[in-house]
């Protein structure tokens, strides 16, 4: 029996862009409540919110100052206890993100450092540890009283790294976690889990061994944070945020009987739009995973270009219909139903710190000439800029399009739920013309998938009695013989009779 995050798909929210209720400019919780809706017609199983906790926002919330509140340009508690309550009446499954492996700086817990020395990581010297993001440079900063000791920031200076081997830091954000699985929530994604395991001794960095992250400690770890879900059911989803440098590591945290339940694999967000990088890599993992171990796929997120920019359009459908009708669960950023673009931001608009505005402007819901120039997201002034492509691009003009990318994705998602085959079925991969750029596999007893990763036409070989059921470009009859060529970008799933 498969469980909710193995058959259904999931959607990431990102709070600041997603809805603005109350016309700040900034996204917020009423605003996520107000647009379920569209969660519903888009037929994806649960919700992943990235944070809403209180923060000074210098990371835009990956600096959390109190795990257990909202900060009020989000909304409020209650306001989470709604969206809760709504996301749950209309079946859909609600999960958090948990920022473990750091604080802000302006945590209660940092502040009184003096007394939880032992729940931040000091040396009298920096070691050759480097931070995170462009920046990057020492991962140590100065104490802040002058004791002269330094502090670890894995990522900005604002994000003190916590001690996991403290078992005081174990037990508090083990209590984080039981104060939303008690309010009800179904999973937690788990930032940069990877990085609580830290060698003890704060040794240097080898060519082929790491130090600050992904230590020996790490199995304990998760299965100390399996047993707090795990306290609540066998239903709550633990997936993990994991940049390792092979899949074989990423591999190893589903494979332990007591890690993760899902994680996301960046390979994929890494490599080149040819169907024969990812009929390789595809092959490697599942190859990799021990059962019952279960994949994931993600294609696009908060921290990259969007897949549409990245790779280009004729990359968007087929795009679709592979996270769709893999073997695994699709994990889908919000503005990919759309085919969203990377949005450019003039310098004076730039407010991240590590180049990841244009992915993160806010998602466009009505055309301009009816809903203003908030495009539905907002009435007042959008913290970033919305995209120039929202008069043909926002969910609105898109739903209402029988042809659009919103539409291919919502017929891609309902025949995955249908079809046993698609979220069940066993995955083969099928040989194809040489350099044809061609990906295609078997799902299942009955169903075959063939993608053009090309922007020109291409040759298919398919299996006998292969009639088309569903294509990339939502023009082809249900039931004719699968075609023999594919036009550039496209991609059908086929039914053998
Ligand atoms: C993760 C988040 C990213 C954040 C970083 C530090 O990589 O996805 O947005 O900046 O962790 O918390």
Not at 352 to 358: A, N
Not at 391 to 420: K, M, W
Not at 459 to 473: E, I, K, R, Y
Not at 482 to 488: D, F, Q, W, Y
């Amino acid at each position: 029996m498969l469980k909710w995050w193995q058959r259904g798909a999931i959607y990431q929210i990102y709070p600041r862009s997603f809805c603005d209720a109350d016309g700040d400019g900034v996204g917020d919780l009423p605003g996520v409540l107000s647009r379920l809706d569209h969660l519903v017609d888009l037929g994806v199983a649960a919700l992943w919110l990235s944070p809403f906790y209180r923060s000074p926002m210098a990371d835009f919330g990956y600096d959390v100052s109190d795990y257990t509140d909202v900060a009020p340009v989000f909304g409020t508690l209650a306001d989470f206890d709604d969206l809760l309550a709504a996301a749950h009446e209309r079946g859909l499954k609600v999960v958090l993100d948990w920022v473990p492996n750091h604080t802000s700086d302006q945590h209660p817990w940092f502040q009184d450092r003096q007394r939880r020395r032992r729940w931040y990581v000091w040396r009298a010297e920096p070691n050759g540890w480097q931070a995170q993001f462009r920046r990057g440079g020492p991962a140590w900063a100065p104490d802040p009283d002058g004791a002269g000791d330094v502090y670890l920031h894995s990522f900005l200076p604002e994000q003190p790294d916590l001690d996991w081997d403290e078992p005081e830091v174990e037990a508090a954000m083990h209590d984080v976690l039981r104060f939303w699985l008690q309010r009800g929530v179904d999973g937690f994604r788990m930032d940069v889990v990877y990085r609580i395991a830290k060698d003890p001794a704060l040794g240097e960095n080898e060519l082929h061994r790491r130090h600050d992250q992904d230590w020996d400690t790490m199995q304990a770890r998760l299965a100390g944070i399996r047993g707090v879900l795990e306290e609540h059911g066998d239903d709550r989803l633990a997936v993990g945020e994991l940049h390792l440098p092979t899949q074989a590591d990423v591999a190893r945290y589903v494979n332990w009987p007591a890690g993760l339940h899902l994680a996301h694999n960046f390979h994929f967000l890494e490599l080149p739009w040819s169907a024969a990088a990812f009929r390789h890599g595809l092959t490697e993992f599942y190859d990799l995973l021990e059962a019952p171990a279960w994949p994931a796929w993600c294609l696009n997120n908060h921290d990259y270009s969007r897949l549409a920019s990245r790779h280009g359009e004729h990359a968007v459908r087929p795009a679709a219909m592979l996270l769709s009708t893999l073997r695994g669960t699709p994990f889908l950023f919000q503005g990919e139903e759309l085919g969203l673009r990377d949005v450019p931001i003039p310098p004076e608009r730039v407010v991240d710190v590590d180049g990841r505005d244009p992915q993160r402007a806010p998602l466009p819901w009505a055309p301009p000439a009816q809903a203003g120039p908030g495009a539905g997201f907002t009435t007042g002034e959008p913290w970033l800029p919305m995209t120039p492509d929202a008069t043909q691009v926002n969910a609105a003009t898109q739903a209402a399009d029988p042809r659009s990318v919103l539409t291919l994705y919502r017929r891609l998602l309902a025949l995955r739920r249908e079809q046993e085959d698609l979220h069940s079925g066993a995955i083969a991969f099928l040989d194809q013309p040489e350099d044809a750029d061609v990906l295609a596999y078997r799902r299942g007893d009955d169903h075959v998938i063939a993608l053009n990763f090309s922007p020109d036409p291409r040759p298919v070989a398919w299996p006998d009695g292969a009639n088309v059921v569903l294509s990339t470009h939502l023009d082809r009859e249900a039931g004719a013989a699968a075609p023999a060529n594919l036009r550039g970008g496209e991609g059908v799933v086929a039914r053998l009779s």
